[in-house]
């Protein structure tokens, strides 16, 4: 089974209460492999809720408590998102998940680069939170902007 990104499947989980809809990723919803995720919900977070970004490093950093998630306004958001990845592992002790699609540059899902902690929409290369702990349980994970056909069709064979 493959963990996507609730905002890719067109869920309004999205901070500012939209989504980030795929088509492509919906239209392979139909072979009934994918598990919705949301790690921000998961982590305990509102929607919508205040933009939040890594500030000072990655999500590996956080997880080795080295630097925080703010929102916007300053507010410490870092053990929800914490809890969120946490609950994302759970889902993958219970299913059989071979990969995960991830909303690129989130705090959360980012697999290779996440906004830099400005604010100012700068991206950096990076990992969200999520995405490192599912990488640390040894499950690929892919971006939405990498995904096509071929890829999702062998890892719906899997
Ligand atoms: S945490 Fe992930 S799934 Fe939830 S809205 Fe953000 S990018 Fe989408």
């Not at 493959?2 to 999205?14: D, F, H, R």
């Not at 080295?66 to 219970?94: F, H, M, P």
Request: glycine content about 12%.
């Amino acid at each position: 089974m493959i963990l996507v990104s609730s905002c890719l499947l067109g869920l309004n989980t999205k901070y500012n209460g939209e989504n980030n809809a795929v088509e492509l990723l919906i239209e392979y919803s139909r072979y009934g492999k994918f598990i919705p995720i949301c790690p921000e919900q998961l982590g305990g977070l509102s929607t919508p809720r205040a933009p939040s970004e890594i500030i000072g490093g990655s999500g590996e950093d956080v997880l080795k408590g080295l630097c925080r998630i703010l929102s916007d306004t300053g507010v410490d958001e870092t053990q929800q998102y914490i809890k969120g990845a946490q609950e994302v592992i759970k889902l993958v002790n219970i299913f059989p998940v071979n990969a995960a699609i991830l909303k690129q540059r989130s705090p959360s899902c980012g697999s290779t680069q996440i906004y830099d902690g400005t604010f100012l929409g700068k991206v950096k290369d990076g990992s969200g939170v999520t995405a490192v702990l599912l990488k640390e349980y040894g499950i690929p994970v892919y971006s939405e902007e990498e995904i096509n056909r071929g890829i999702l069709e062998k890892l719906i064979l899997e």
